[in-house]
């Protein structure tokens, strides 16, 4: 492996434990706004999770997994990302792969979330670890696993194919 690509892998690894860090905060921040406004704590954690996964996708596909199509110029994220034709309404439609992308991040953070739910009973109740270290054990394992998935399945790019896998065209 040469020294550029692994200096790229290691940024991409601290790119996104950096948006990990920024998810938390946009939780937080938006979990207490809403409890200060006497929202139902479990509407409020619904709604506060859901904006720090929306904002996870968006700064995990524009910037922590960003890449610039071969033999093309680098565009930002945002305008290379979408279709050039604009609908009436003046934005810009989303291509089928950010859908298919969005779609993958979805599956994949449903499926981390009851992964982590069933490590955390493990380790709590046959392990007879204390909740607070199960919580530890069990984000380092989710964080590497939600990695891995969002590199080799989310937002993968392959030379032959679009971004996120998809085939040329659509």
């Not at 550029?4 to 979990?31: C, H, M, P, S």
């Not at 996870?56 to 034709?85: D, M, V």
């Amino acid at each position: 492996m040469s020294l550029r690509k692994g200096l790229e892998r290691y940024g991409q690894f601290i790119r996104f434990n950096l948006v990990g860090l920024v998810n938390t905060a946009v939780d937080f921040a938006i979990f207490t706004l809403l409890i200060s406004f006497h929202v139902p704590d479990k509407l409020a954690q619904t709604c506060s999770y859901a904006a720090g996964t929306l904002n996870s996708f968006l700064l995990n596909k524009y910037w922590t997994f960003r890449h610039k199509k071969t033999g093309e110029q680098e565009i930002p994220a945002p305008i290379s990302n979408y279709q050039t034709s604009a609908p009436r309404s003046g934005f810009a439609r989303p291509s089928r792969s950010s859908w298919l992308q969005a779609l993958r991040f979805a599956i994949l953070n449903a499926a981390n979330l009851g992964l982590s739910v069933l490590l955390l009973g493990l380790f709590t109740s046959r392990m007879g670890l204390s909740s607070l270290a199960a919580k530890a054990v069990v984000t380092v394992f989710t964080m590497l696993v939600n990695f891995a998935g969002s590199k080799l399945w989310v937002f993968r790019q392959t030379k032959s194919t679009g971004e996120a896998g998809i085939p040329q065209g659509d």
